[in-house]
């Protein structure tokens, strides 16, 4: 089948040719003479598609309601099903690895919270350099706001040192409850001390029943896929630097879904405003 573009390039092709009316070159073609006319009323959409682009590769594993999101905040008014078509036509769809399939079992909910800092969730994801030498990181996560409190790679850790990094984030404003697995480091006698000294409840989970710390592996899962899958480390060092760099863009931009697509530094932001003010949040 030809198409109406083709069809009316062939007619002004008759026309410019043989000096023909419209009328009859319309004809000839088999093109209807009402659509001769016809210009297209569309916006020029070149540079909303360059930007979304830019975005995507900035942030390659972004899907399309995220570029939606950041498109928003800096003043583009086109609606998600236009930015869901260019993002489709323009390849820049997230690739995702086929799942397995595993029978299902029993869920547990995760342990929630009703304000910052009232409980924390913490788990260690592991990873390698790229001269194939194993690490681990540490990663804390606020349940309220989903904030990262702590994303510190390293080697060697000890309940020592975890105690030491919690001190550091907290700044003074430890949690009440921090919810942790089975771990030596976080069942060592050195982070029970210092939780009861600082009068901090340690909640371990069940075991075989992570999803009772279901708010940081969410968080692990996409860090893994951002960043720990997206990055080459060449030594511990570049790698605090990069999972630093990823944990501020985290932290302060990247729109969370749960959240009211704001960044958890902006959705406490809006919590502690309406707090102030009395007024619930939504």
Known sequence: MVSPTRKRDAVAVLQSSYRISTRRACGLVGHHRSTQLYRSKRRDASGLRQRMKELAAARPRYGYR???????????????????RFYRLDGLAVRS??????????????????????RWAIDFIHDSLADGRAFRVLSVVDVFSRSSEVLEPGTGFTGERVA??????????LPDVITADHGTEFTSK????????????????????????????????RFRDECLNAEIFLDLEDAKRKIASWRDDYNRYRPHSALGNLSPREYLRRWHAEARTKKPIL
């Open 66 to 84: 995220r570029i939606h999101t950041l498109l928003r905040r800096e003043g583009w008014t086109d609606n998600m099903k236009r930015v869901y």
């Open 190 to 221: 050195a982070l029970d001390g210092w939780a009861f000294e600082r009068g901090v409840k340690l909640d371990f989970t069940t075991p075989g029943k992570p999803t009772e710390n279901g708010f940081v592996e969410s968080f692990q899962g």
């Open 164 to 173: 030491a990094l919690l001190e550091r984030a907290a700044g003074g404003h």
């Open 97 to 118: 690895k086929p799942r397995k399939k595993h029978r299902a079992a029993a869920r547990v909910p995760p342990r929630t919270a009703t304000a910052p800092r009232q």
